[in-house]
Nanobody, 117 residues
Framework: VHLVESGGGLVQPGGSLRLSCAAS????????MSWVGQAPGKGLEWVSD????????YYNEFVKGRFTISRDNAKNTLYLQINNLRPEDTALYYC???????????WGKGTLVTVSS
């Protein structure tokens, strides 16, 4: 199993980014997938997840309305669109494969999002 995130960077408040996670080594289309964030000096925080078909999405209440999770099963890729970025969104964002309710068994190395003027 291999998960590789990309798309992070330095962005000004109010800006947007789209994070990507390229998946390989497993049957992507059969797994729920998650995004998890870790702010500097803080613990992991679940951000969002999506079911295997992409038809159902779930969000941490703190990101609803600004973050959009999606997936392209033909490309084995997971996405996270982040709009109206705030300094408090600064974090290392990981994608993770879900192994069952509340469980994640494989993680990428993360992509860093820094929101600063």
């Amino acid at each position: 199993v291999h998960l590789v995130e990309s798309g992070g960077g330095l962005v000004q408040p109010g800006g947007s980014l789209r994070l990507s996670c390229a998946a390989s080594g497993f049957t992507f289309t059969t797994y729920y997938m998650s995004w998890v964030g870790q702010a500097p000096g803080k613990g992991l925080e679940w951000v969002s997840d999506i079911n295997s078909s992409g038809g159902s999405t779930y969000y941490n209440e703190f990101v609803k309305g600004r973050f959009t999770i999606s997936r392209d099963n033909a490309k084995n890729t997971l996405y996270l669109q982040i709009n109206n970025l705030r300094p408090e969104d600064t974090a290392l964002y990981y994608c993770a494969r879900e192994s069952g309710p509340g469980g994640m068994d494989f993680w990428g190395k993360g992509t860093l999002v820094t929101v600063s003027s």
